[in-house]
């Protein structure tokens, strides 16, 4: 323990070299030491451990099985030490690391992948992880640390002076049919056309659902009576692959989903009304000090917004 303590990265590097080269001369020389202070730093190794390193022969200096020890070890030590320092600048500069993101759908569509992709494409290194959920869960993560920063809604038991909030943008809302739909391709649809028809629908409470309660409700139409509750994107795609339902969904998400090629052949209905959800937000912890990798990602997400 004692020899641990003592031994420095440059004791292992003359080691090495010495061993790669058989000469202590190119040794010192490629570590840019004078020959004396090169013998004299292995004289002081082999006093210490009581046992030589390194045979002179005529030929060169051949390892012993002591010094072979070291050698392996000392190989395996300086390239972790070398992989921790090139880890550590990395960090520093942003190249490196792990970015962990929450976010509501719509803004994960519009701007966060979009985001990721410019990161991962300049700084390949950076390891990034997108939860995407409702807004309580999301902020009940960046609470317990699970999360960098969050686009979502601040829930109305938190407090906003518990967290930096940026203004990030409102999210309209798309009304979504199979293409045989006997609403698909009806130009100017009011919302009291659309009340005889079955819907698929986040719960109540959400955002969304909120929205569209509250259009009907400003137009003095009854809220549809049969309504499939679900915040499953994949339920909500089945029931539009398989019946006449209406799925109300973010405009980013309906973006994605009728674009061609894509296996459920749905499209938005054309509906006089404006649908808009309420605002999210880019919300961190006041407490959490963010690394260059993440810094990247925020900045990529705010100039997408």
Not at 16 to 40: D, F, H, N, T
Not at 45 to 57: P, Q, S, V, Y
Not at 116 to 121: E, F, I, L, T
Not at 192 to 217: C, K, M, N, Y
Request: charged share 25%; with cysteine; glycine share 6%.
């Amino acid at each position: 323990m004692d020899l641990a303590r003592r031994l420095k990265p440059h004791h292992l590097r003359l080691i090495v070299r010495i061993a790669e080269s058989g000469k202590l001369q190119i040794a010192a020389a490629a570590l840019a030491m004078s020959q004396p202070a090169a013998s004299r730093v292995l004289a002081e190794l082999e006093t210490d451990i009581g046992a030589k390193l390194f045979e002179r022969h005529p030929k060169g200096m051949v390892p012993t099985r002591i010094g072979q020890a070291f050698l392996q070890h000392g190989r395996a030590i300086l390239g972790t030490m070398d992989s921790l320092a090139t880890e550590v600048e990395d960090l520093k500069d942003g190249q490196a690391g792990e970015v962990r993101v929450g976010c509501v759908t719509g803004p994960a569509v519009q701007c966060l992948v979009p985001a990721v992709q410019a990161v991962r494409a300049d700084t390949p290194n950076v390891e990034v992880s997108i939860e995407v959920g409702p807004s309580t869960e999301l902020v009940r993560g960046l609470e317990e640390g699970r999360f960098e920063f969050v686009l979502a809604r601040l829930p109305q038991d938190y407090d906003p002076r518990e967290f930096d909030i940026l203004p990030a943008r409102h999210e309209r809302v798309s009304l979504l049919v199979h293409e045989d739909h006997p609403l698909a391709d009806r130009p100017g649809l009011s919302l009291a056309q659309l009340t005889a028809h079955d819907w698929v629908v986040q719960e109540r409470g959400s955002p969304i659902r909120a929205a569209v309660e509250g259009a009907f409700f400003a137009a003095g139409v009854p809220v549809p009576p049969g309504v499939t509750n679900s915040s499953s994107l994949l339920v909500m795609l089945a029931l539009l692959e398989n019946s006449d339902v209406i799925a109300p969904v973010s405009d980013e998400v309906a973006g994605l989903l009728t674009r061609p090629g894509i296996g459920a052949r749905l499209r938005r209905l054309d509906i006089v009304q404006t649908i808009a959800v309420t605002p999210y937000f880019i919300i961190q912890s006041r407490q959490r000090q963010f690394s260059r990798a993440v810094e990247r990602v925020l900045a990529e997400v705010l100039a997408r917004l």
